[in-house]
């Protein structure tokens, strides 16, 4: 019986190198420079990157948080929030001035959220008017919102503001139909884009950032209030206090907003009475002459009276010195 014959012996690529007399290709060096430098270019590279080195722990300046005392209205049924905002709406109409001042109201919605289904209806509304009250109204067990809230938030001098605020409007329109969120988006103002443009930045601004920085202040962002079922009733204290921080330190960002640009509009406009008084009347300087005293400057014997430098008056004593 014939013996079977033995299967050819293939030749791996390196040995094909190392019978030519080759390096492996590994250890193959492409790099014609200098050998303390690492190659250009390789086909198995065993270079190692230095790690980068950490940065150091930033110091964080202590902040204290903030904390609110005032009056926490809580209502949960249609004739109690159509009473609450009608309170509003004679209060409104108490504040001196005309028709076209402002009045700026904090305004801020909660709702559940789950990650399989994602983020529930509406569940609370929060109104700060003035920093010592702040009213929640629970509006998920509402099907319509009442007439006199849409009132109260339509009114032309009521500025509702916040953080991301025209985000929380759509979301307020979506889930009742008969609110107009173009018409409220119309008339909010966002404060981080107003910070924005005061402080000359760009990027935006979450609540507790701007706090931080406006204010000096840290709020209690609780992830377990903040993510907490605001659909059920009646809310925890925790959560009635977290929702009304919300709103009362944003009516206080807004307050130290305006305060901020008042200042900036009064040294524009010291700076331009400035600028005004130099062009109507330029300063003058003893180091420049008239253009009547530069003619006359090569001939001293014909120049005006006005033109001559007050006299040295030590010049008399020092001359009688001399005699």
Same mark, same amino acid.
């Given at each position: 019986?014939?013996?079977?014959?033995?299967a050819?012996k293939?030749?791996?690529r390196a040995d094909?190198n190392?019978s030519?007399?080759?390096?492996?290709?590994?250890?193959t060096?492409?790099?014609?420079?200098p050998k $303390?430098?690492p190659?250009?270019?390789?086909?198995?590279s065993?270079?190692?990157?230095p790690?980068?080195?950490? =940065?150091s722990?930033i110091?964080?300046?202590?902040?204290?948080?903030?904390?609110?005392?005032?009056?926490i209205e809580y209502?949960?049924s249609?004739?109690?929030i159509?009473?609450?905002? $009608? =309170?509003?709406?004679?209060?409104?109409?108490r504040?001196?001035?005309d028709?076209?001042?402002t009045?700026?109201i &904090?305004? !801020?919605?909660?709702?559940?959220f789950?990650?399989?289904?994602g &983020?529930?209806?509406?569940? #609370?509304?929060?109104?700060?008017a003035?920093?010592?009250?702040?009213v929640?109204l629970?509006?998920?067990?509402?099907?319509r919102? *009442?007439?006199?809230?849409?009132?109260?938030?339509?009114?032309?001098?009521v500025l /509702?503001h916040g953080v991301?605020i025209?985000n929380?409007?759509r979301k307020l329109a979506? $889930?009742f139909?008969?609110? !107009?969120?173009d018409r409220?988006v119309?008339?909010c103002?966002?404060?981080?884009?107003?910070?924005n443009? /005061?402080?000359?930045?760009?990027g935006?601004?979450?609540? %507790?950032?701007?706090?931080? &920085?406006? #204010?000096?202040q840290?709020i209690?962002k609780?992830?377990?209030?903040?993510?907490s079922?605001?659909n059920?009733?009646?809310?925890?204290e $925790?959560?009635k206090?977290?929702?009304?921080?919300d709103v009362y330190i944003t009516?206080?960002?807004?307050?130290?907003?305006?305060?901020?640009q008042?200042q900036?509009?009064?040294?524009q406009?010291a700076n331009?009475q400035? %600028?005004q008084?130099?062009?109507?009347?330029p300063?003058?300087?003893?180091?420049? /002459? *008239?253009? !009547?005293?530069?003619?006359? &400057?090569?001939?001293?014997? +014909? +120049?005006d009276?006005?033109?001559?430098? *007050?006299?040295?008056?030590s010049?008399p %004593?020092?001359e009688?010195?001399?005699k």
């Amino acid at each position: 019986m014939a013996k079977p014959k033995p299967a050819p012996k293939l030749e791996s690529r390196a040995d094909e190198n190392r019978s030519e007399n080759k390096p492996p290709l590994a250890e193959t060096n492409t790099n014609d420079g200098p050998k $303390d430098e690492p190659p250009k270019r390789r086909l198995r590279s065993n270079y190692t990157f230095p790690s980068e080195q950490k =940065q150091s722990d930033i110091k964080v300046e202590y902040l204290p948080f903030a904390e609110y005392h005032g009056v926490i209205e809580y209502h949960t049924s249609m004739h109690d929030i159509a009473f609450s905002c $009608d =309170q509003l709406l004679q209060w409104i109409h108490r504040q001196p001035g005309d028709s076209a001042a402002t009045i700026p109201i &904090a305004f !801020d919605l909660e709702w559940p959220f789950s990650f399989r289904t994602g &983020a529930g209806k509406t569940a #609370l509304m929060q109104l700060c008017a003035t920093t010592d009250r702040c009213v929640l109204l629970q509006l998920s067990c509402l099907k319509r919102l *009442p007439m006199a809230l849409l009132e109260l938030l339509y009114h032309p001098r009521v500025l /509702l503001h916040g953080v991301c605020i025209k985000n929380d409007v759509r979301k307020l329109a979506r $889930d009742f139909p008969e609110v !107009d969120g173009d018409r409220l988006v119309s008339k909010c103002c966002d404060l981080g884009v107003w910070c924005n443009t /005061l402080e000359g930045s760009s990027g935006r601004w979450s609540m %507790e950032r701007l706090v931080q &920085a406006i #204010l000096k202040q840290r709020i209690n962002k609780d992830k377990a209030v903040r993510m907490s079922q605001w659909n059920v009733l009646p809310l925890s204290e $925790d959560q009635k206090l977290y929702a009304a921080m919300d709103v009362y330190i944003t009516q206080q960002v807004y307050h130290k907003l305006t305060e901020k640009q008042q200042q900036q509009q009064a040294e524009q406009e010291a700076n331009a009475q400035f %600028e005004q008084q130099l062009i109507v009347s330029p300063p003058v300087s003893i180091d420049v /002459l *008239p253009a !009547d005293c530069l003619q006359t &400057a090569n001939s001293p014997t +014909q +120049q005006d009276a006005s033109c001559k430098l *007050p006299a040295d008056k030590s010049a008399p %004593e020092n001359e009688q010195a001399a005699k």
